[in-house]
Every structure is written in structure tokens, then in C-alpha cells.
């Protein structure tokens, strides 16, 4: 029984090290699955300000490489429903804070908004 123990340990510790399995002390505090008014990690908002790499709460650096997930994430407060959040990326590309990027009425759809708050989960950038 102590062998299989010991076998097993052994086992987890080698796939851990390869980077096939994650040892935690603690479970993260994300979510898969967005609310109906999301909220994305503080730390994550902030440093949406200063550049396209945010930490998420898996603790990794992930790059947000588009405009729209960028705008997305900063309004991620728990301030906004999904209605909010549309009206609010509708208003921030006609105001010109989406310079450069291709957000139109058109491209902020339900089904997109959506879309982009389960990779913001999957991620590990959602709280709520």
C-alpha cells in the first residue's frame, strides 16, 4: 500500500514537472460559467489599462490580443448585464475609443458577446 503511494506521488510529481498536471495548495477563484452581470479580476482590469498582458488567476500572463476583448474586459465590473455591456462597446467605438479596431454595431451581437466572456473564462479571468 505505501509502495502505491509512493508510486503514485512519484507519478504526479513527473507530470506536474512536464507540465501536463498543476498542483495546488488551494483552489483558484474563477469561474467557467459567466454570470449575468460578469466581473473580471481586478488585477486584470488594472493592467488592461497599461498594455495587452493581463494575469490571470490561474497565474499565468496571457496576452489579450484584440481590441474588442481589451475594450470587453475593462467594462467587465459587475456594473453591466450583457444589454450594458453591447450599449457600452457601442458607444466606446463610435466614440473612438476603439481606434484602429474593426467593433461595429454589426460585430456586437449576443451570440459575441458571449463568445468573448467563455474564452475570458476559460482564461481564468472571471470572478463572477
Given at each position: 500500500m505505501e509502495t502505491d503511494a509512493a508510486d503514485l506521488a512519484e507519478a504526479m510529481l513527473q507530470a506536474a514537472?512536464?507540465?501536463?498536471?498543476?498542483?495546488?495548495?488551494?483552489?483558484?477563484?474563477?469561474?467557467?460559467?459567466?454570470?449575468?452581470?460578469?466581473?473580471?479580476?481586478?488585477?486584470?482590469?488594472?493592467?488592461?489599462?497599461?498594455?495587452?498582458?493581463?494575469?490571470?488567476l490561474l497565474?499565468?500572463?496571457?496576452?489579450?490580443?484584440?481590441?474588442?476583448?481589451?475594450l470587453f474586459l475593462r467594462?467587465?465590473?459587475?456594473?453591466?448585464?450583457?444589454?450594458?455591456?453591447?450599449?457600452?462597446?457601442?458607444e466606446a467605438a463610435g466614440g473612438g475609443q476603439a481606434a484602429g479596431a474593426s467593433i461595429t454595431a454589426e460585430s456586437i451581437t449576443n451570440e459575441e458577446i458571449d463568445r468573448v466572456l467563455h474564452r475570458l473564462a476559460r482564461l481564468g479571468l472571471l470572478v463572477a
Open positions: 514537472l512536464a507540465g501536463g498536471l498543476e498542483l495546488r495548495a488551494h483552489k483558484p477563484h474563477f469561474i467557467l460559467e459567466p454570470g449575468p452581470r460578469p466581473i473580471a479580476s481586478a488585477l486584470a482590469r488594472l493592467q488592461i489599462e497599461s498594455g495587452p498582458r493581463v494575469s490571470t497565474h499565468r500572463i496571457v496576452t489579450i490580443d484584440d481590441e474588442f476583448s481589451r467594462l467587465l465590473d459587475g456594473a453591466h448585464d450583457r444589454d450594458a455591456l453591447r450599449e457600452a462597446l457601442l
